[in-house]
């Protein structure tokens, strides 16, 4: 297969980033997200049993989540508490987490928000399992100079986390920006949208010791329709000839950062839990745990899994 041309720009302007170089190079792969009613008999037992902990489920199988709540409203220094209690015995797992909205779409938050906010990240940070912040902005969020300072000014106030930069509209794919991203010491993180005319285009860059990868799905008919359910617009299961181009991508992110993050966005019914486990597979060359749950009800992953009644190397349909 063709590998893809790539960017690799690395900065340690920033203490948090700088702290990366002396550890060793690690990939981790997830879901974005785990509280989902819809993943219950599919990812999830159903029923529950009384002492079912979702986290700790999900951390058997991934060394890493993204935190989706953190986007809606800042944490509490017990909810992060919780989960670092729930992946205790996971010595290698890192959450990432999305800045909250007030910062990235409504820009109303304060002072006070901004303390509220790192306030709750804190025992993931100080614990050393927060792998990466990311500012998550909207498609409306063009690339002028208000927004290039606005991007500077988080930077600043949020200088002691791994940060990375996701941004949806095309204006923002200018060469120049890579050198921006690489002063500031932020990482960019590439993504995988519906491609519209001004949409960012996949892409394999690097610009800070974190790399990341997102994968939203590809769902046209729901991606900007207003008053959806809010599954919906994640709801697709990527094929593996769509998802071949984004190993190679994933390796060259490997490549030249210290710490890679690839993360499935697609969640609805379970569906990002299958390509996180795919993904998985291929890079590890192993056949991997899965829900029986879930292949149940996606057959398609069963080559990726370890299947006890045939033990040995699996054919990877993706290779």
Request: charged letters at 25%; proline letters at 8%.
């Amino acid at each position: 297969m063709k590998r893809l041309c790539f960017v690799s720009r690395i900065t340690t302007n920033s203490p948090a980033l700088s702290d990366l170089f002396a550890r060793p190079t690690v990939t981790r792969i997830g879901p974005a997200g785990w509280a989902y009613k819809d993943w219950n008999g599919i990812v999830y037992p159903s029923p529950r049993p009384r002492s079912f902990q979702p986290l700790t489920f999900l951390a058997a199988f991934f060394d890493t989540v993204e935190i989706n709540v953190s986007f809606y409203r800042p944490l509490t220094p017990r909810m992060a508490e919780q989960w670092l209690e729930a992946v205790r015995d996971r010595k290698d797992f890192r959450f990432t987490a999305k800045l909250w909205r007030g910062f990235t779409h409504d820009r109303t938050a304060s002072a006070s928000d901004e303390r509220e906010f790192k306030a709750g990240v804190s025992p993931l940070l100080e614990g050393g399992r927060l792998g990466a912040l990311l500012l998550q902005f909207p498609w409306s969020f063009r690339n002028t100079g208000e927004n290039r300072e606005y991007v500077a000014r988080l930077s600043e106030r949020f200088r002691e986390y791994p940060l990375v930069l996701e941004v949806r509209h095309a204006s923002w794919s200018e060469p120049g920006m890579l050198d921006v991203l690489e002063q500031l010491g932020i990482g960019l993180c590439n993504i995988d949208q519906p491609l519209f005319k001004r949409s960012v285009k996949p892409s394999a860059i690097t610009t800070s010791p974190v790399g990341y990868i997102r994968l939203h799905g590809r769902n046209y008919q729901s991606w900007f329709t207003e008053n959806k359910h809010a599954g919906e617009r994640y709801d697709y299961l990527y094929s593996v000839d769509e998802l071949n181009p984004w190993l190679d991508r994933i390796k060259a992110v490997e490549q030249a950062a210290q710490e890679t993050y690839v993360v499935t966005n697609n969640h609805y019914l379970g569906k990002a839990v299958v390509n996180a486990l795919e993904i998985t597979s291929v890079l590890k060359g192993n056949p991997v745990d899965a829900p029986p749950s879930l292949v149940a009800r996606y057959p398609d992953l069963q080559p990726f899994t370890r299947d006890e009644d045939a033990p040995g190397q699996l054919s990877f349909p993706l290779q």
